[in-house]
């Protein structure tokens, strides 16, 4: 069971926007920061959000990112085929002491 | 640009050990945190270890305190990962990450294309 929750899977068509969200705790998400990171089918993870909402240089504005309360959101418009790929979050745990993932999504471009 | 490379990786029997490297380009490698995190197959993300720059301070996962021991050589940008008494649990692809960090606040915003550690009899 990982310490962050995200929906195992969503899907939606070329185009369109989907949400994916990440549910923590006061110990990590509630009071420390979110980042996102995509990993491609067969591939090494890739940094999307940092900071809960800013870009590294190179990730389209498609990609965002928001927090409220002990929730993360990732957010991604006009979806490409190119999108389909594994999204996760995570944040640093001030309780276990340690960076925490969650399981990680599914995103299938329909 | 940035480039992580690891090696290292590959058969080990359960009890065994192995040291896994990871060679840095691209980027001033003295000046930044590193990390492992691993992947088993078909499994998400698990953070395992921090070194901060100097390599002065280390900061492990519980689920490998006493087993595995980051370190690293500045001179030669390179980080390592000494894993021992290994289990079959410990099967996965191990990354090696360059780490920003600042108050409670961490990412890893390079990551290597991954060892595959196997531990079978």
């Known amino acids: 069971q990982s310490v962050l929750t995200q929906p195992p899977s969503v899907s939606a068509a070329p185009g369109q926007k989907v949400a994916i969200s990440c549910s923590g705790s006061?110990?990590?998400?509630?009071?420390?920061?979110v980042s996102w990171y995509q990993q491609l089918p067969g591939t090494a993870p890739k940094l999307l959000i940092f900071?809960?909402?800013k870009r590294p240089s190179g990730i389209p504005d498609r990609f965002s990112g928001s927090k409220s309360g002990t929730s993360g959101t990732l957010g991604i418009t006009g979806l490409q085929t190119g999108d389909e790929a594994d999204y996760y979050c995570?944040?640093?745990?001030?309780?276990?002491?340690?960076?925490?993932f969650g399981g990680g999504t599914k995103l299938t471009i329909l | 640009q940035v480039q992580l490379v690891e090696s290292g990786g590959g058969l080990v029997k359960p009890g065994g050990s192995l040291r896994l490297s990871c060679t840095a380009s691209?980027?001033?490698?003295?000046?930044?945190?590193m990390s492992w995190i691993r992947q088993a197959p078909g499994r998400g993300l698990e953070w395992l270890s921090y070194?901060?720059?100097?390599?002065?301070?280390?900061h492990d996962a519980d689920s490998v305190k006493g087993r595995f021991t980051i370190s690293r050589d500045n001179a030669k940008n390179s980080l390592y990962l000494q894993m021992n008494s290994l289990r079959a649990e410990d099967t996965a692809v191990y990354y090696c990450?360059?780490?920003?960090?600042?108050?409670?606040?961490?990412?890893?915003?390079?990551w290597g294309q991954g060892t595959l550690v196997t531990v079978s009899s």
């Open positions: 006061s110990s990590n998400i509630g009071n420390n920061y």
């Open positions: 070194i901060t720059s100097s390599g002065s301070t280390i």
């Open positions: 691209g980027f001033i490698f003295s000046d930044y945190y």
């Open positions: 900071d809960n909402n």
């Open positions: 990450a360059r780490t920003s960090t600042w108050y409670s606040n961490t990412w890893f915003d390079s």
């Open positions: 995570g944040a640093w745990d001030s309780s276990l002491s340690a960076v925490v």
